[in-house]
């Protein structure tokens, strides 16, 4: 990656996201962030240049600038990317610990942090948007769609599979061939060992439904 990133978030997930890119060699031209507190301001050396909608710095992106959307609130990180697309005709690049083990024969989308210590096993997939958290394991041939999120060391075993906006929280374990849902939240330290619906929310060990 030549260009410069601009990094969207400038709470913690957007200073790993610039240690990230750092470590890599890659340049941090500044963060954007809606909390005006922090406009004018450095975190770790970088400038915080105004808001995430500022049309003087969005102009950058794709022709200057590459975009990273360091966001954990789901909602906002979804129209951040929508707005991305729209306005810019660009996709947020991936942001890669350089710890991380991502073999030749699995496969990651667009817009993705996969921090420190994740390990991916053969023939597993990533979609995009996606937050995997440090230490995280994928085994082989699991298939993770578009805004997941995994909390730090959970272990997601072979063939799993796992829809859009999943929330996974730290710890979880989830046995091999597993389906979970659409919007699916698994709490954290949860053993999942059995199917999980859409939208539901389960926890425990073994995880069981949460009811409202």
Do not use: W
């Amino acid at each position: 990656m030549d260009n410069p990133v601009i990094i969207f978030g400038a709470t913690a997930l957007g200073r790993q996201a610039r240690m990230i890119f750092e470590e890599n060699g890659n340049t941090v031209y500044g963060f954007l962030d809606d909390e005006k507190s922090r406009h004018g301001s450095d975190i770790d050396g970088v400038s915080v240049l105004g808001s995430m909608d500022d049309d003087g710095f969005l102009k950058f992106i794709g022709r200057k600038c590459e975009a990273f959307v360091a966001v954990d609130d789901y909602p906002l990180r979804k129209s951040l990317v929508k707005m991305l697309h729209e306005k810019r005709h660009v996709q947020p690049v991936n942001c890669v610990h350089k710890t991380a083990i991502i073999p030749d024969v699995a496969s990651i989308g667009h817009g993705n942090l996969i921090d420190m210590g994740v390990m991916m096993g053969a023939g597993a997939s990533l979609g995009s948007h996606c937050l995997i958290h440090a230490g995280a394991v994928i085994g082989s041939e699991a298939t993770l769609g578009d805004f997941v999120q995994v909390g730090v060391g959970a272990r997601i075993n072979s063939n799993v599979t796992i829809a859009d906006e999943v929330f996974i929280g730290s710890g979880v374990v989830i046995v091999s061939g597993i389906t979970i849902g659409k919007g699916a939240r698994i709490g954290a330290g949860s053993v999942v060992i059995q199917p999980v619906e859409a939208g539901q929310t389960v926890f425990g060990n073994p995880a069981q439904v949460v009811k409202a």
